[in-house]
């Protein structure tokens, strides 16, 4: 078997105990992120500290949308005197930021801020902002379901993070195993959808906006990429919820509650707003978000109908 497939298991730098069950540490991961959660009402009791300058930081991915718009559309101005959005482009390098200090309100995955916040890092997670923005694609039009996956290759990125822990949890949850479906890695996103539009793959397992933009530059050279499987339904399929997954959300870090928590509320109130706005017209949304995603308006506006953005207060989203 390759190396680097579906699962030979590296411990070193994951997130994950791998002796857990997929199924049974998913489930958990995502109670125990939106457990460590603000209390808002503290928040606004903590005394005021002026916040000059706001560096919002977000994968490439549906959230970030929210928060460019915000940014772009000038949404923050009530929050801090300066505003700005930057993309990280890996988990580790995301971890890396709110260990050093350097990210203090990111976007990050529920399985991570879980994790960060067990660690002790005080990072608390104040709200969701997707409710699932998984999707496998394809070249082959013969892959619509789980079962249609046996026997073949699939690929993922961010190994050992939520992606995979997700599609192992709805793969047990099928009764399919190591021995039915082979997966293999990618680093990020963008390389997954780079390795299928050159042909070296058929299946990946990606997050919006990076399945919106394999479909549209697949069509620009005449190919097609369907949207073959909605992961969101499947975890619903595992959970008994209903086709939701709370997926990432806003975290900040210990140091910025520590001198900003006054800020948090307003922050939050002016993301739901940038949220409703994002929904309601995507094509200005992606005018906004374009260049700091460096992704096509195209793109950016094809993709927000499928990244189930929400704006919902973290206690509000645990599960019952």
């Known amino acids: 078997m390759n190396p680097n497939s579906s699962h030979a298991r590296e411990t070193a730098g994951a997130d994950i105990n791998t002796a857990a069950s997929p199924i049974m540490f998913s489930r958990r991961a995502v109670c125990a992120g939106l457990a460590g959660t603000l209390s808002l009402p503290w928040i606004r009791r903590a ?3 002026a916040l000059g300058e706001l560096i919002l930081y977000g994968p490439p991915a549906g959230p970030s ?22 993309v990280w482009r890996t988990p580790d390098e995301m971890r890396a930021g709110l260990t050093s200090g350097t990210m203090q309100a990111v976007v990050m995955p529920v399985t ?28 082959d039009a013969a892959v ?100 939701s997954m709370p997926q990432a959300g806003l975290a900040f870090s210990q140091s910025f509650l520590a001198e900003h928590a006054d800020r948090a509320a307003p922050l939050l109130a002016a993301l739901e707003k940038a949220t409703a706005a994002v929904i309601a017209n995507p094509a200005d949304a992606a005018s906004h978000a374009a260049s700091a995603l460096e992704l096509p308006w195209p793109v950016i506006e094809k993709a927000i109908p499928h990244s189930n953005l929400v704006a919902t207060p973290a206690r509000a989203a645990r599960p019952p």
Do not use: C
């Open 65 to 86: 949308i929210t928060l460019a718009y915000a940014v772009g559309a000038g949404l923050l101005r009530g929050v801090a005197d300066k505003a700005s959005f930057k």
């Open 47 to 49: 005394e005021a500290a």
């Open 112 to 139: 991570a801020a879980a994790n960060l916040h067990t660690r002790g890092l005080g990072v608390k997670l104040a709200n969701v902002m997707t409710d699932g923005l998984l999707y496998v694609i394809s070249t």
């Open 144 to 243: 619509t379901r789980i079962a249609d996956l046996k026997g073949r290759r699939i690929t993922v990125p961010f190994p050992n993070d939520t992606p995979e822990l997700v599609f192992d949890a709805v793969l047990a949850h099928q009764g399919l195993g190591t021995a039915d479906v082979e997966v293999d890695r990618a680093g990020t996103p963008i390389e997954a959808i780079q390795m299928l539009l050159a042909g070296r793959i058929d299946i990946a397992l990606v997050p919006e906006p990076a399945a919106s933009a394999a479909m549209v530059k697949a069509a620009t050279s005449g190919k097609t990429v369907y949207r073959a499987i909605d992961m969101q339904i499947e975890w619903g399929k595992v959970t008994g919820l209903g086709p």
